[in-house]
């Protein structure tokens, strides 16, 4: 709405931007990254989920009317914006803890010691990228400021990186940058965020952890450039906690997961980066936002009969609000990511089951009640879906949510059995898998190649 304000504003129409009390210092920070820090705006008092049909009328009528109309009738006064510095400017000078009080007070760091960006530690970044150092990668929301090479080398740095990831993180941010991918909805109300899944000999290269513990800290690779991924966000794209990052609960980075490529080979399944649409083999970098997530235990069978019941079910378990991008209001957007351990792909693959073999045994199995499904869209989430079989008869829905009248009758919880998304990870010894619940439109699955420079080779063995 902001956006389609300041829009008008410059255009000389008036406009009035209705925010929720809640969100006001959200609205101040998203106009002052648009260039227009005073788009005039009215308030809405309290939340109008948890109103009465008479407060929401009191509320308009005497708060909200009032400030729509002082906004369309009075011009917003002219605010400044405050000058940042030049990108190769030093900004401060002084001990370690000197550094890291005042990256912190200025909402430079995510509140973790970091590593200070010194010149020469950002130019020893530099020198494993092809790319010129001010070549933009793209223009990142809300803050609308340029995703530039050096600035990757910056946070690179502090994120406590080695070098030699730079061209990793090169194509994590053309990746972020992607209007596809959707990165203006980073800070919205489920606090989902971003897991990079990483595919490719770079993985073995660089010594990223694709086995026990893949989504724990304490392997450099996988922990540093997930933690980049969060300084980047803030740094660059401009989510600051009370400001433009609005998760009512939030959550912190994730790790970087990388495919057991070994496996993935072994057993003939096609890897993400192939699903993703790149040549075998090729290096890669995929994100996708996601709500939440949740282990697996202990999926026992020798056949995978026997096993799908139990990940299917607790698949559809997972799933709630989720739903809206399936049926609501980004119809067919819905993207879960299964994590199978290499005992469950190769129990499956043994019986003769392709990876698609699996997803279409998940679509078909992976089900929920209609009459719930319904419940949750028009009651509990209020997204105004009160009949699927209207929404089917109206071509939104594929048949298969409406094959009968029974309110029992099961329906899945995506499109088609393509929209789930299965990477082999993990644990060797373990008959586990962890279902990832996908924020839909606020962060669509999007791929880069990590494209490494020329001397890759010879930086790697000097060392440099």
Known sequence: MLRASAACEAA??????IIGEGFLNLAA?????????????????????????????????????DGVIDSLLNAPEQGSMDAEP???DIIFKGTLDDIDAYFYDNEFSDGLPFRPPTKERVEAFLRYTDRSADEVLGILLPDHRAATVWSVAINGVMA?????YMPVLVALIEAMADPYYGVEHSGNTPGSDTLITINGPIIKELGFNYTQGVM??????????????RLYLRNVAGFLLHKNDKGSFGNTWRVVVAENEDVVSEIGWESN??????????NTVTIARYAGGNHIGSVCGSTPEQMMPYLAEYVARQHFWHLTFTVGVTQGSLRPLILLSPILARTMAAAGWSKQDFKRALFEQARMPAQYVERILRDWTQKGIWDLRD??????LPKVFYESDDPDRLVPIVWNPEDFMVTVTGDVARNSAYIFTHNGYGG??????????????ALRASGA
């Open 12 to 17: 000389g129409i008036p406009s009035s931007s």
């Open 29 to 65: 920070a998203t106009a002052a990254g648009q260039g227009t820090p005073k788009l005039p705006i009215a308030k809405f008092p309290g939340h109008p989920g948890v109103q009465s049909a008479e407060e929401l009328r009191r509320n308009t009528l005497e708060v909200t009317l």
């Open 86 to 88: 030049g990108a190769r």
């Open 160 to 164: 406590g990186c080695r070098p030699e």
């Open 216 to 229: 724990r800290d304490g392997i450099r690779a996988n922990t540093s450039i997930g933690r980049f991924w």
């Open 273 to 282: 980066s192939v699903e993703m649409g790149f040549p075998s083999g090729t």
């Open 391 to 396: 929404e089917v008869r109206l071509g939104h």
């Open 444 to 457: 669509y699955p999007t791929a880069r190649e990590i494209r490494l420079p020329r001397n890759w080779k």
